[in-house]
């Protein structure tokens, strides 16, 4: 028997689309207003994005804004994608214009609006010029030529160039680049409330969440902190981040986030230098520190000594590997083995593998040897569900999870999981 995990998607390149960023860049921005480019069926992308994200928020106890900002199709047919869709594109802003009043109006462009090659950008000049009303455009199409962060980041890009304004700077307060769930997500709430136990106000979270009458005053931040830390999204918002301190001197942290205990406590050592509160972050870290130390205190007892094997399919880009060995070794749990899955090209596998020597001294194992292991150990560690009767599995995070609550999270996901009496097995989502 081989390890063999469900619904495994690799590719060399990405599969996401270009337009569902453009729209997440946008979504709870009042007063704007999304107009896809596209077919009518590709409206269902962003459907499904809401609906996930919105049962995800309920799953978890949260409160999250629930009304997003118009989204209109253009519903190109067989018809324009012969002859063209810029007229039809006219008419449905002409549309939006007369029915939702907005404020602005951005435009996300499909693989077919792509591939015929219609002039966007000056379909969007003319209703501009006709209607006052800013309307932009991005250059991606679709999965054609860009992917998610592509339109994210090009979105995001030009909404700081077109909107932002140099503003007197408010002591004591910070602005949020990026998503990670957003405002009431686990990440951001966590952050802000380090921020705020620190004495730092959090004004605002940029892009996406912010009114659009809001975004000419945001520079007004004393400075910028940037959410993620999966390398990708994580490079995109580092370049974001840098135009925003040259030409609205916004200065932010390089390169530092609260991932894990030390990269947490070394984020709240940096933000206090950002800041000017050396003294309140050094409190806050002792603190932290302190709430580590008594979620071991309850749960490295049943956790210690306990086996389990780690499986890894998410690529480098998208998934670290050592912040889970950090927290599998404060529980004192014995990571048996490090099993590669299917998915990997060999450029992304060598990749991962130096990534993990780098931070451990654990055997990289096969995918036999890895399903003996995972059959023996009493959990599995794992990036995508594991195909076998009997293993108890925790399923890793799809996005970084900030600070010391996220460890103490997985540590009674695992305590949990380790105490389950369901001898079937089962996963469990954290």
Known sequence: MELKAKRFIGKNKS????????????????GVVAVF??????????????????FS???????????????????????????????????CLAYVVDTYHPECIVIANSCVAGVIGDDVESAARKVETAYGIPVLTVGTFGFLDGEYYEGYLEMATKLMDRFFRPCQKEPGTAMLLG???GPWGSYAREVTQILERIGIRVIGQ????????????LPRAQAAIILGGRRKPADGLQRLAATLEERFDVPFVRDSYPIGAAGTFRWIRDMG??????????????????RLHRALERY?????????????????????????????????????????????????????EQAVRSCTTLPLVDRETGARLAGEADIVLTTHEIQGRGLRQIFLP????????????????IYRTLCSRQARGGIRYV
């Open 37 to 54: 480019h596209s077919p009518r069926a590709c409206a269902h992308i962003a459907r499904t994005m809401d609906v996930n994200s919105a």
């Open 15 to 30: 599969c996401s689309c270009s337009m569902t960023g453009v729209w997440r860049a946008v979504t709870y921005c009042r």
């Open 206 to 217: 940029f892009p996406g969440f912010m009114p659009f009458r809001e975004l000419p005053d």
């Open 398 to 413: 799809m996005l970084p999870q900030a600070g010391i609550g996220a460890m103490v999270r997985m540590m009674e996901a």
């Open 57 to 91: 928020t309920r799953a978890e106890g949260r409160r999250g804004k629930t009304e997003t900002i118009p989204l209109v199709s253009v519903q190109l047919s067989e018809r324009e994608s012969i002859f063209g869709g810029v007229d039809k594109l006219q008419q």
């Open 179 to 181: 998503d990670s769930g």
């Open 273 to 290: 230098r950002l800041f000017g509160k050396e003294a309140a972050a050094r409190d806050v870290e002792a603190a932290e520190r302190e």
């Open 300 to 352: 490295r007892p049943s956790t210690e000594g306990k086996t389990a094997v780690l499986c890894l399919g998410r690529w480098l880009r998208y998934f670290q590997p050592d912040t889970i060995l950090e927290t599998t070794s404060l529980l004192g749990l014995h990571v048996t083995g490090i099993s590669l899955l299917d998915g990997y090209t060999p450029a992304e596998r060598e990749k991962m």
